[in-house]
């Protein structure tokens, strides 16, 4: 069965600091993952898809399948990217998702 | 861009009654529509998957008696919580994937329900 794995719970950083969230994955297929984010008081919205491989508000996320992750990245965190962050998985041909349990990013002034 | 509107938004209801909760998709047709539960500062849950015209597929664990899904058009889908105990109190949560083929989801704003 497949699994997302988001080890960080809670992580919390200065403006301007890199920050890299976790995520990783066990599924016997070939893998689609996601990164969908939540800001306070709004909806679930998809941030980045694996296979666009493009940036979206500065963060970028590479798939490793070796270390079978999706670790997502951003050089320099803004105050508002403050927001839970969710990893997910997409089963092909079922087109449902697995989700992570989530990371609360907090960004610090 | 596609949305995904949910009504109500919040409802509060005695144990016992039945709510009925509604996800359309406003712009866009969606074949596929799922629905989940997301408890206070945990993930989402899968509970079923709402496919236009035929009945819906639970995960494992989801009484489909007890959550009962209709999609019967390509914009609306309805999640029915019978008989509501005060164990069903949580944020639910729906969301579409266009029949155009694209396989991004679009998700509701999630409806808050709260059994007395």
């Known amino acids: 069965a497949q699994r997302v794995t988001q080890p960080e719970k809670l992580l919390s950083v200065f403006k301007g600091a890199p920050v890299e969230l976790k995520c990783n994955y066990s599924y016997s297929g070939s893998p689609e993952l996601f990164w969908y984010v939540q800001y306070s008081r709004q909806r679930l919205q998809l941030l980045l898809r694996?296979?666009s491989r493009e940036s979206i508000k500065g963060f970028t996320a590479d798939l490793n399948k070796g270390e079978t992750s999706f670790h997502l990245k951003k050089p320099f965190a803004q105050e508002e990217d403050s927001a839970m962050y969710y990893c997910?998985?997409?089963?092909?041909?079922?087109?449902?998702?697995?989700f992570g349990d989530g990371t609360t990013l907090t960004v610090k002034p | 861009g596609a949305v995904v509107s949910q009504h109500p938004s919040w409802v509060i209801c005695k144990s016992g009654t039945s709510v009925k909760i509604e996800c359309r998709s406003l712009d866009f047709q969606a074949t596929t529509m799922f629905w989940y539960r997301q408890f206070p500062k945990q993930s989402l849950m899968l509970m079923a998957t709402?496919?236009?015209?035929?009945?819906?597929?639970?995960e494992q664990g989801v009484e489909k008696d007890k959550f009962l899904i209709n999609h019967a058009s390509l914009t609306l889908s309805t999640l029915t919580v019978t008989s509501a105990h005060p164990e069903d109190s949580s944020f639910y949560i729906c969301?579409?994937?266009?029949?155009?083929?694209?396989?991004?989801?679009?998700f509701g704003p999630g409806t808050r329900l709260t059994v007395l």
């Open positions: 694996h296979i």
């Open positions: 969301s579409a994937t266009p029949s155009s083929g694209t396989d991004t989801q679009y």
């Open positions: 709402s496919n236009e015209g035929s009945k819906a597929t639970y």
């Open positions: 997910a998985l997409l089963k092909s041909g079922a087109g449902k998702s697995t």
